[in-house]
């Protein structure tokens, strides 16, 4: 069974950019979370979707948005970048509430903003 | 405020000895804790789930107790080999029905010393 798949692996960007990252869930998997994680930083939620829906967001400024697909995939979109935007973005999924299941993260996507 | 704490220190012990890591949090009620193992540049990776009416989870050589009265949560690896050095993450859920998200502690970095 295929995990979690995010692309690119690697992105490096200037500021005032936009970037776009993509995440697949595990088959069977409708919701998908996203994380940041800067360096020296614990992993802080982003996003949630759940069946093509915003179910709920981490303390983030409106320029992080996303989306999820009709097939269960999601964009996760940063406008405007800024330096301190630069982390390893994670992508998870999860069979049902994200608290009483475990997640299944993908490998991330390291974004460096120049 | 609500706080998740772990060892900010890296926890460095002899192969074959038992690992002991903290997981303390203030002004959370979950219902859940998780444990996960992130190796360097890599998505985290679940070990366990321990529910708030559990007092102990084993799975092979881990072991995972939780504490709602102390707010604690104790991670032990009996054993270790120096494959277990890792960053060792514990996550709790926030209550809030279908808001409910996951929040993770900064990680404690474990060296295992053949």
């Known amino acids: 069974e295929a995990g979690v798949t995010q692309s690119p692996t690697h992105l490096i960007k200037t500021r005032g950019q936009q970037v776009t990252l993509r995440c697949s869930p595990i088959?069977?998997?409708?919701?998908v979370y996203w994380y940041q994680q800067a360096l020296g930083l614990g992993l802080q939620f982003l996003l949630w979707?759940?069946?093509?829906?915003?179910?709920n967001r981490g303390n983030f400024p409106p320029r992080f948005s996303g989306r999820q697909f009709p097939n269960y995939s999601s964009e996760l979109n940063v406008n405007a970048l800024e330096l301190e935007d630069s982390a390893l973005y994670l992508c998870?999924?999860?069979?049902?509430?994200?608290?009483?299941?475990?997640?299944?993260f993908g490998p991330g996507t390291r974004l460096t903003v120049l | 405020s609500q706080k998740i704490e772990q060892n900010s220190e890296a926890l460095n012990i002899q192969e074959g000895k038992t690992a002991t890591l903290t997981c303390n949090y203030t002004?959370?009620?979950?219902?859940?804790l998780q444990w996960y193992r992130q190796d360097p540049g890599r998505g985290p990776v679940f070990l366990l789930l321990?529910?708030?009416?559990?007092k102990e989870k084993r799975k092979e050589r881990l072991k995972v107790t939780f504490d709602t009265t102390l707010k604690q949560s104790l991670f032990h690896i009996t054993a270790s080999q120096p494959a277990d050095s890792a960053t060792y993450l514990c996550?709790?859920?926030?209550?809030?029905?279908?808001?409910?998200?996951?929040?993770f502690g900064t990680g404690t970095l474990l060296a295992v010393q053949p």
């Open positions: 088959s069977g998997h409708t919701s």
């Open positions: 321990i529910r708030e009416n559990e």
């Open positions: 979707y759940d069946e093509g829906e915003e179910r």
């Open positions: 998870a999924s999860s069979l049902g509430l994200m608290g009483a299941n475990e997640q299944f």
């Open positions: 996550a709790l859920d926030t209550y809030g029905g279908a808001t409910n998200k996951l929040i």
């Open positions: 002004n959370y009620s979950p219902a859940y």
